[in-house]
């Protein structure tokens, strides 16, 4: 018998989706794809792209 896997996709970005996306790769029903956002909230790369004037 053939097992039917499940589509997941996950949208995030941060420390919170390599955490889920560890805890379903494990289970064999599912197919999981990720889409990976890079964003930045301005912290110590916010401070480097103002004192060099550049894009981190």
């Given at each position: 018998m053939r097992l039917?896997?499940?589509n997941v996709?996950?949208?995030?970005g941060g420390t919170?989706?390599?955490s889920?996306?560890?805890g379903l790769k494990h289970n064999p029903?599912?197919?999981v794809?990720?889409?990976v956002t890079m964003f930045d909230s301005g912290g110590s790369s916010g401070t480097l792209r103002d004192q060099l004037?550049?894009?981190p």
């Open positions: 039917r896997q499940l996709g996950c949208f995030g919170g989706l390599p889920l996306i560890g029903w599912l197919q794809h990720a889409v004037g550049v894009l």
